[in-house]
Protein backbone atom coordinates (compact mmCIF):
# COMPACT_ATOMS: atom_id res chain seq x y z
CA UNK A 1 0.00 0.00 0.00
CA UNK A 2 1.13 3.68 -0.14
CA UNK A 3 3.75 4.89 2.30
CA UNK A 4 4.32 8.17 3.05
CA UNK A 5 7.99 9.00 4.89
CA UNK A 6 9.16 11.88 6.62
CA UNK A 7 12.93 12.63 7.62
CA UNK A 8 14.40 13.09 9.76
CA UNK A 9 12.34 11.65 12.55
CA UNK A 10 13.63 14.43 15.62
CA UNK A 11 15.26 17.67 14.99
CA UNK A 12 16.90 19.65 17.75
CA UNK A 13 17.66 23.35 16.61
CA UNK A 14 18.82 26.75 18.71
CA UNK A 15 16.60 29.16 18.50
CA UNK A 16 16.93 31.16 15.12
CA UNK A 17 18.45 28.57 13.19
CA UNK A 18 16.65 26.76 9.98
CA UNK A 19 14.89 23.94 9.97
CA UNK A 20 14.07 21.08 7.00
CA UNK A 21 12.16 18.27 6.85
CA UNK A 22 11.41 15.90 3.75
CA UNK A 23 8.06 13.68 2.91
CA UNK A 24 8.44 11.07 0.25
CA UNK A 25 5.61 9.50 -1.09
CA UNK A 26 5.39 5.52 -2.92
CA UNK A 27 2.82 6.86 -5.25
CA UNK A 28 2.61 9.62 -7.26
CA UNK A 29 0.41 12.20 -5.47
CA UNK A 30 -2.95 14.35 -6.38
CA UNK A 31 -1.85 16.91 -3.64
CA UNK A 32 -0.27 17.12 -0.35
CA UNK A 33 -0.95 19.09 3.10
CA UNK A 34 1.19 19.91 6.11
CA UNK A 35 -0.07 19.92 9.51
CA UNK A 36 1.17 20.53 12.99
CA UNK A 37 0.60 19.04 16.02
CA UNK A 38 2.04 21.07 19.07
CA UNK A 39 2.82 18.57 22.51
CA UNK A 40 -0.36 17.27 23.83
CA UNK A 41 -2.42 18.97 21.17
CA UNK A 42 -4.43 17.90 17.80
CA UNK A 43 -3.10 18.06 14.07
CA UNK A 44 -3.69 21.60 12.53
CA UNK A 45 -4.32 22.28 8.93
CA UNK A 46 -0.53 24.45 7.54
CA UNK A 47 -1.06 24.31 3.60
CA UNK A 48 -1.92 22.29 0.63
CA UNK A 49 -0.12 22.12 -2.06
CA UNK A 50 -1.77 20.65 -5.77
CA UNK A 51 0.72 21.75 -8.48
CA UNK A 52 3.24 19.68 -9.24
CA UNK A 53 7.02 22.61 -8.45
CA UNK A 54 4.13 24.10 -6.72
CA UNK A 55 6.13 26.65 -4.17
CA UNK A 56 4.07 28.30 -1.31
CA UNK A 57 5.28 30.36 1.73
CA UNK A 58 3.75 31.48 4.86
CA UNK A 59 5.60 34.12 6.71
CA UNK A 60 9.21 32.15 7.99
CA UNK A 61 7.80 28.62 6.32
CA UNK A 62 8.28 27.77 2.62
CA UNK A 63 6.05 24.49 1.24
CA UNK A 64 7.26 22.60 -1.46
CA UNK A 65 5.82 19.73 -3.79
CA UNK A 66 8.44 18.00 -6.33
CA UNK A 67 8.12 18.14 -9.89
CA UNK A 68 7.23 14.06 -10.16
CA UNK A 69 4.31 15.06 -7.44
CA UNK A 70 6.33 11.64 -4.98
CA UNK A 71 7.89 14.17 -2.41
CA UNK A 72 7.48 18.02 -0.57
CA UNK A 73 9.48 19.41 1.96
CA UNK A 74 8.62 22.32 4.25
CA UNK A 75 11.48 24.58 5.46
CA UNK A 76 11.55 27.28 8.46
CA UNK A 77 13.74 29.97 8.03
CA UNK A 78 14.77 31.20 12.14
CA UNK A 79 13.13 29.18 14.05
CA UNK A 80 11.40 30.25 16.55
CA UNK A 81 10.03 28.46 20.47
CA UNK A 82 6.77 28.34 19.15
CA UNK A 83 7.80 26.33 16.17
CA UNK A 84 8.14 23.26 18.70
CA UNK A 85 5.71 20.43 17.93
CA UNK A 86 5.54 17.57 15.08
CA UNK A 87 5.48 18.23 11.74
CA UNK A 88 3.25 15.91 9.11
CA UNK A 89 2.54 15.71 5.79
CA UNK A 90 -0.52 13.94 4.65
CA UNK A 91 -0.55 12.55 0.66
CA UNK A 92 -3.92 11.81 -1.52
CA UNK A 93 -2.99 9.35 -3.71
CA UNK A 94 -3.03 10.28 -7.40
CA UNK A 95 -6.24 9.31 -9.40
CA UNK A 96 -8.41 8.09 -6.09
CA UNK A 97 -11.53 8.67 -6.06
CA UNK A 98 -11.68 9.57 -2.03
CA UNK A 99 -11.14 11.84 0.70
CA UNK A 100 -8.14 9.41 1.94
CA UNK A 101 -5.22 11.04 3.30
CA UNK A 102 -2.37 8.70 3.76
CA UNK A 103 -0.17 10.80 6.77
CA UNK A 104 4.03 10.83 6.77
CA UNK A 105 5.53 9.27 10.08
CA UNK A 106 6.23 13.00 11.25
CA UNK A 107 9.29 15.12 12.19
CA UNK A 108 9.56 15.82 15.56
CA UNK A 109 11.01 19.85 16.51
CA UNK A 110 12.67 20.81 19.25
CA UNK A 111 13.60 24.04 19.30
CA UNK A 112 16.22 25.40 22.50
CA UNK A 113 16.17 29.04 23.09
CA UNK B 1 -17.90 28.13 15.36
CA UNK B 2 -17.31 25.37 17.77
CA UNK B 3 -14.83 22.67 15.85
CA UNK B 4 -14.99 18.76 16.25
CA UNK B 5 -16.21 17.93 19.58
CA UNK B 6 -14.78 14.60 21.16
CA UNK B 7 -15.69 12.83 24.61
CA UNK B 8 -14.74 11.69 26.36
CA UNK B 9 -11.45 13.48 26.78
CA UNK B 10 -9.92 10.67 28.81
CA UNK B 11 -11.05 7.10 28.90
CA UNK B 12 -9.20 4.57 31.45
CA UNK B 13 -10.59 1.45 31.60
CA UNK B 14 -10.19 -2.38 32.78
CA UNK B 15 -9.16 -5.11 29.72
CA UNK B 16 -12.17 -6.88 28.39
CA UNK B 17 -14.75 -4.06 29.24
CA UNK B 18 -16.16 -1.74 26.25
CA UNK B 19 -15.15 1.70 25.01
CA UNK B 20 -16.98 3.52 23.26
CA UNK B 21 -15.66 6.95 21.74
CA UNK B 22 -18.18 9.90 20.52
CA UNK B 23 -17.60 12.46 17.79
CA UNK B 24 -19.82 15.26 16.79
CA UNK B 25 -18.17 16.96 13.29
CA UNK B 26 -18.20 20.41 11.96
CA UNK B 27 -21.26 21.30 10.75
CA UNK B 28 -21.67 21.21 6.99
CA UNK B 29 -18.50 19.04 6.80
CA UNK B 30 -19.55 15.87 4.61
CA UNK B 31 -16.60 13.70 5.37
CA UNK B 32 -15.45 11.92 8.46
CA UNK B 33 -12.25 10.32 9.76
CA UNK B 34 -11.62 8.63 12.92
CA UNK B 35 -7.53 8.14 13.42
CA UNK B 36 -5.35 6.44 16.03
CA UNK B 37 -2.27 7.77 17.13
CA UNK B 38 0.71 6.18 18.94
CA UNK B 39 4.74 6.40 19.31
CA UNK B 40 5.21 3.26 17.26
CA UNK B 41 2.48 3.20 14.51
CA UNK B 42 1.98 7.20 14.36
CA UNK B 43 -1.20 8.39 12.82
CA UNK B 44 -3.65 5.67 11.59
CA UNK B 45 -6.47 5.90 9.88
CA UNK B 46 -8.67 3.70 10.82
CA UNK B 47 -11.53 4.60 9.29
CA UNK B 48 -13.65 6.98 7.24
CA UNK B 49 -17.02 8.35 6.44
CA UNK B 50 -18.59 10.30 3.08
CA UNK B 51 -22.33 11.57 3.37
CA UNK B 52 -22.71 9.07 6.74
CA UNK B 53 -22.11 6.13 4.23
CA UNK B 54 -18.42 4.18 5.37
CA UNK B 55 -15.94 4.60 2.40
CA UNK B 56 -12.66 2.82 3.54
CA UNK B 57 -13.03 0.39 6.70
CA UNK B 58 -9.22 -1.15 5.88
CA UNK B 59 -7.48 0.57 8.87
CA UNK B 60 -9.81 -0.98 11.25
CA UNK B 61 -7.13 -3.57 13.20
CA UNK B 62 -10.08 -6.19 13.54
CA UNK B 63 -13.47 -7.27 14.43
CA UNK B 64 -13.18 -5.79 18.00
CA UNK B 65 -13.72 -2.36 16.57
CA UNK B 66 -16.87 -0.84 14.86
CA UNK B 67 -17.53 2.87 13.66
CA UNK B 68 -21.16 4.22 12.98
CA UNK B 69 -22.25 7.22 11.98
CA UNK B 70 -26.01 7.29 12.24
CA UNK B 71 -26.65 10.94 11.56
CA UNK B 72 -24.30 13.63 9.87
CA UNK B 73 -23.90 15.22 13.29
CA UNK B 74 -22.34 12.34 15.34
CA UNK B 75 -20.36 9.32 14.97
CA UNK B 76 -19.46 6.19 17.44
CA UNK B 77 -15.92 4.27 17.46
CA UNK B 78 -16.55 1.12 19.64
CA UNK B 79 -14.13 -1.27 21.39
CA UNK B 80 -15.24 -4.24 22.45
CA UNK B 81 -13.87 -6.01 23.91
CA UNK B 82 -10.45 -3.65 24.59
CA UNK B 83 -7.08 -4.61 24.75
CA UNK B 84 -4.47 -3.04 26.50
CA UNK B 85 -2.73 -2.92 23.31
CA UNK B 86 -5.70 -0.15 22.27
CA UNK B 87 -4.11 2.11 24.63
CA UNK B 88 -3.63 5.41 22.20
CA UNK B 89 -4.70 8.68 21.72
CA UNK B 90 -8.10 9.02 19.10
CA UNK B 91 -8.74 11.46 17.14
CA UNK B 92 -11.71 12.09 14.77
CA UNK B 93 -11.48 14.70 11.89
CA UNK B 94 -14.12 16.16 9.41
CA UNK B 95 -13.76 18.15 6.09
CA UNK B 96 -15.71 19.36 3.52
CA UNK B 97 -15.03 16.98 0.50
CA UNK B 98 -10.83 16.72 -0.23
CA UNK B 99 -10.18 20.11 1.40
CA UNK B 100 -8.47 19.99 4.89
CA UNK B 101 -9.11 18.21 7.76
CA UNK B 102 -9.95 19.69 11.21
CA UNK B 103 -9.27 17.47 14.28
CA UNK B 104 -10.89 17.01 17.24
CA UNK B 105 -8.70 17.33 20.94
CA UNK B 106 -8.96 13.34 20.91
CA UNK B 107 -9.95 11.02 23.05
CA UNK B 108 -6.34 9.93 25.08
CA UNK B 109 -7.36 5.99 25.97
CA UNK B 110 -5.44 3.91 28.45
CA UNK B 111 -6.83 -0.10 28.84
CA UNK B 112 -5.15 -1.72 32.15
Known amino acids: GQQVMQIPQYQHVQEGEDFTTYCNSS?????IQWYKQRPGGHPVFLIQ?????EVKKQKRLTFQFGEAKKNSSLHITATQTTDVGTYFC?????????????FGTGTLLAVQP | DAGVIQSPRHEVTEMGQEVTLRCKPI?????LFWYRQTMMRGLELLIY????????DSGMPEDRFSAKMPNASFSTLKIQPSEPRDSAVYFC??????????FGPGTRLTVL
Open chain 2, 49 to 56: FNNNVPID
Open chain 1, 27 to 31: TTLSN
Open chain 2, 93 to 102: ASSLSVNEQF
Open chain 2, 27 to 31: SGHNS
Open chain 1, 49 to 53: LVKSG
Open chain 1, 90 to 102: AGRDYGGATNKLI
